[in-house]
Each structure stands twice: as structure tokens, then as C-alpha cells.
């Protein structure tokens, strides 16, 4: 009798323990919700209580775009706002890059990068405050002006995750860097900063994270493993010949008709040299020669980007573009001093993001995020980034992932969808725009990535 009493004490002793525990186990996750929740209500009370102002940085970058190496206006805005927040700022790094940073503790050293430049584009969206600017290149010819690649908004998300890191400075402990870099557009401006002595003044970080705007609607987010951008290459080549009057070509070497071959026979290498299988392209995006129509010019220049994920394949693509001109030159039985001659610029290498930083990172969006979409099995696209090169060659071994923010307004995505148009516009178009709610949309993504990444 007293066996069998003993035996159901125990029992009830182990139920009443499971029930506990179990308890306990609620609790915490009842308790880990409110805190992912708390967070994201902070998160979302702040960046909606600054979105005015935001928006009004915003639109006054948009109307005042500067093209690579000439962002004065820009990096001094930004320089600006991070001094009066409280960060050791650093300027005219690289010429026009600026740097801050702000020590929170011991902890990891996390780095925030956002780019700055805008590009020769004329602004056809018909906004309120639609970029009217020009600027006089080097060669003296005026071009219009445009943020058509969201660098505009960028700096404004740098500006408001800055703001948002102060104010929850008791909820991470560690070093936070921002970088505002120039020259993003023409592959120069994060390797420019790091010759410019960028570690002297800041530490390497252990991550590196960055945000781009993408034409797809606000609330969507795209954060992949691998790769995610291709690598790029750039180069100038300048057919040579002998000039004459547009009646006589027999008595002239016209190098407008080499460079048009040329630009015809790069795509034989595309389709013929290079595996089908493997992400490739050659583009021609600038042709300049001569200057009225009855005089065949003396030169021809074209500017070349390729772009590709495979090492091996941007050498093919740069030595085909060489034999393709040799062969013209040959063909055009030019002599060997007329030979085209080709200027290379800065080659970056694909973007690949770091598996554990993307799924750590995935992980605090599902739970801290509500209105995020985030996007899955995205392919990688063609465009490319300088963006690694803040940290690709330094002694230390940091991560980084660089993520793409839905930007266009919902109901012109939904509208071109009913079309069969996924994007309603894309980046360098020049009705490239980025809805407004985007910007505390963007602000939100930043300062949640900034904070798991302390953890």
C-alpha cells in the first residue's frame, strides 16, 4: 500500500514537473516574441518618428546628384550629420569619402557601407523634385545629371541607421564604422579609400554590411548566400587611323568603320568563345568619334565592360577583345604604330555573401521584421559592386553580405505585373525612382541587421 502511494507521489512529482518545464519553456518564448516584438516596435517608432526629415535629406540629395570623385556636397552632408550625432568623423579620404566611427564597448567591430555618386543620366520621372543638374566633364562637354541608381537614398538610410544606433546604444556593445564611398559607378572608390590609409584612421571590421535599392517593391528584401553580383572589368580602346574628307574614304584609314566592326565581332566571342553555361557579357556603352559629317576622324574610342562570375572567362573575353582589334588593324593593313591601343580599368571580383552572415541575418529579419517579404532562390544578376574591395585584401579575415531593398512603389509594381513587366524600371534608367516609404522601410532593414550582427 505504501509502495503503490510512494509510486503515484512520484508520478504526480515527474507530471507535475513536465508541466513546468514546459511552463518555463513557454515562458521564454512568450518572452523572446514580446522582446522581438518590442524591438521592432522601437525600431519602427523611431524611424517613423525621423522620416520627415529623412525624406527631406532625401529629396534634396536627389535634385543635387555629383558624379564619381566630385561628391563635395554630398560627403559634407553626411560628414555633417554624423559629427552632430556624436561619431569621430573622418573626410577626404580617397578624395571625397568619409569615414566615422563610434566605440560602444568591448564587442565585434561592424561596418556599414553606403555610396555616394550619381551618374550622367537626364532625369525623366517628372517628380516634384526631379534632378535638373548638369556638370562639365573633363573634356569639357556638359552632361545632365541623376541619381538612377539609388545612391541618393543610401546615404539617407546611412544617415538614419546612425541616428537609430545612437538611440539604442544600451542594446549592442562593440565598434560601429560607417563608410560613405565615392565613386562607386566607375569601380574606384572603396579601393581608393583603403590606398588613402581608410585603416589608419578606422579599424578592419569583422563585418561588413551593405544595403542597394532593387525595382522591386518596398517591403521585399533580397538576402542570398554565395554569389550574388558579377565580377566587372572596363577598358578603353582607341581605334587609330588617318583622317580625310567624308568623299574620299579610299584615301583615308577610317577607324569609325574598325571600331563598328568591332563592336559587331565582340559578341562572336560572347556567343562562340565562351561556355553558353557561364553568366557572361561584353558591352560597349560609349562610342566617340570625330565631330561633323564630311570628315572622317583620325581616332575612334570605345569604353568596354565585361562582366562575368568565372575568372577564366574575363581573360578570354579581354584577350579576344585584343585579337578582334589586332585583326581589324590588320585587316585595314594599318601599320604597327596605328595599332588600336587599349587603357584597362579597375577589374572587381563577383560579390559573394557569407552563408552563417546571411542566414544570422535572415534569421533576425523573420523575427523582427513583420512587414518584410524576403525573397528566396533570386538568382544572381550581372551587375557588380566595388563593394568587397573594402575588405578583400586585408590581413584580417571579415565576412560580409550585401543585400538588395525593394524600392518602387507597390502599386506601379502591381500595376506593370498585371502587364507581364516584373520590374516596373531598373537601375540607370532615367525614370528610375524610389518611393518615399521606402526610405523608413530602409532604415528599419539597416539598424536590425547593424544590431544581430553586435550580438
Not at 562582366?307 to 578582334?324: K, L, P, S
Not at 604604330?337 to 587599349?342: N, W
Request: aromatic share 8%; charged share 20%; with cysteine.
Amino acid at each position: 500500500m505504501q509502495h503503490n502511494l510512494l509510486k503515484q507521489l512520484l508520478v504526480a512529482l515527474s507530471v507535475a514537473q513536465l508541466f513546468s518545464v514546459g511552463a518555463d519553456a513557454q515562458s521564454k518564448k512568450n518572452k523572446n516574441k514580446s522582446e522581438d516584438a518590442s524591438q521592432y516596435f522601437l525600431l519602427k517608432q523611431l524611424a517613423d518618428a525621423d522620416s520627415l526629415r529623412l525624406v527631406e535629406i532625401y529629396k534634396d540629395l536627389h535634385q543635387h546628384p555629383e558624379l564619381a570623385f566630385t561628391e563635395t556636397r554630398t560627403a559634407a552632408i553626411v560628414a555633417k550629420e554624423l559629427k552632430d550625432l556624436g561619431y569621430e568623423v573622418f573626410t577626404g579620404i580617397g578624395k571625397t569619402g568619409v569615414a566615422a566611427i563610434l566605440r560602444n564597448g568591448d564587442g565585434p567591430t561592424v561596418m556599414y557601407r553606403s555610396d555616394m555618386d550619381a551618374l550622367p543620366v537626364k532625369e525623366t520621372t517628372d517628380l516634384p523634385y526631379t534632378s535638373r543638374a548638369t556638370t562639365k566633364k573633363e573634356d569639357g562637354t556638359i552632361v545632365p545629371l541623376m541619381h538612377a541608381c539609388g545612391h541618393d537614398a543610401h546615404v539617407t538610410w546611412l544617415i538614419g541607421v546612425a541616428k537609430m544606433m545612437i538611440a539604442t546604444k544600451d542594446k549592442w556593445h562593440g565598434t560601429l564604422v560607417f563608410v560613405a564611398q565615392p565613386a562607386e559607378e566607375v569601380i574606384g572608390g572603396a579601393d581608393a579609400m583603403v590606398k588613402d590609409k581608410l585603416y589608419d584612421k578606422v579599424p578592419l571590421p569583422d563585418y561588413l554590411f551593405g544595403m542597394h535599392t532593387a525595382a522591386y517593391a518596398v517591403g521585399y528584401v533580397d538576402n542570398s548566400a554565395g554569389y550574388r553580383m558579377a565580377g566587372s572589368t572596363g577598358m578603353e580602346v582607341t581605334f587609330h587611323g588617318v583622317g580625310g574628307h567624308g568623299s574620299a574614304p579610299h584615301l583615308a584609314k577610317d577607324p569609325v568603320i574598325m571600331a563598328a566592326t568591332a563592336i559587331l565581332d565582340y559578341q562572336t566571342i560572347v556567343s562562340r568563345s565562351v561556355s553558353a553555361l557561364n553568366p557572361h557579357v561584353i558591352t560597349v556603352g560609349s562610342v566617340d568619334a570625330g565631330t561633323v559629317a564630311n570628315v572622317i576622324p583620325d581616332k575612334a574610342v570605345l569604353k568596354i565592360t565585361t562582366r562575368w562570375y568565372d575568372a577564366r572567362d574575363r581573360d578570354i573575353m579581354t584577350n579576344g577583345i585584343n585579337r578582334v582589334d589586332s585583326g581589324i588593324a590588320l585587316m585595314n593593313n594599318l601599320p604597327i604604330d596605328l595599332y588600336p591601343t587599349t587603357k584597362m580599368y579597375k577589374s572587381v571580383f563577383p560579390v559573394k555573401n557569407d552563408t552563417a552572415m546571411v542566414e544570422k541575418l535572415n534569421k533576425a529579419f523573420d523575427k523582427n521584421v513583420p512587414t518584410m517579404k524576403r525573397l528566396v532562390g533570386k538568382p544572381p544578376v550581372m551587375g557588380s559592386e566595388d563593394f568587397p574591395l573594402l575588405i578583400i585584401n586585408s590581413k584580417k579575415d571579415p565576412v560580409y553580405t550585401f543585400i538588395h531593398v525593394g524600392t518602387a512603389n507597390l502599386e506601379v509594381c502591381a500595376k506593370y505585373s498585371k502587364e507581364g513587366i516584373y520590374y516596373p524600371y531598373s537601375n540607370h534608367n532615367p525614370n528610375f525612382a524610389v518611393d518615399l516609404s521606402a526610405i523608413p522601410f530602409g532604415t528599419i532593414v539597416g539598424t536590425t541587421a547593424l544590431l544581430e550582427l553586435f550580438k
